[in-house]
């Protein structure tokens, strides 16, 4: 299984992104995919998820509202949209995935650099 986001760059906030995550899955089958961030110096945190069985979209408080995760197609199965970004979203943002029997995700992809400027 490999996951590749992209879609990150640099913008003012307020701005938009759409942030997409291409997962070749051969007979990957998840149990659960989602978007993760790391700020420098902190430590990774949970941006967004949606259980592959039942759609059940999980988010942090820091970015409801404001960010929607979906269903997409293709190879693009989950991809982030983000809008009225703020400073405080610069992150490089990571997508996963969790298969089933698994407690933690334990497929991650390459992440993507988001830079939001004041």
């Known amino acids: 299984v490999q996951l590749q986001a992209s879609g990150g760059g640099l913008v003012q906030a307020g701005a938009s992104l759409r942030l997409s995550c291409a997962v070749s899955?051969?007979?990957?089958?998840?149990?659960?995919l989602g978007w993760f961030r790391q700020a420098p110096g902190k430590e990774r945190e949970l941006v967004a998820t949606?259980?592959?069985?039942?759609?059940?979209?999980t988010y942090a408080d820091s970015v409801k509202g404001r960010f929607t995760i979906s269903r997409g197609r293709g190879v693009n199965m989950i991809p982030l949209q983000m809008r009225s970004l703020k400073p405080e979203d610069t992150a490089v943002y990571y997508c996963?995935?969790?298969?089933?029997?698994?407690?933690?995700?334990?497929?991650w992809g390459q992440g993507t650099q988001v830079t939001v400027s004041s």
């Open positions: 996963a995935g969790r298969s089933f029997g698994s407690t933690t995700y334990n497929y």
């Open positions: 949606i259980h592959w069985t039942t759609s059940t979209i």
């Open positions: 899955t051969g007979d990957f089958s998840p149990a659960a």
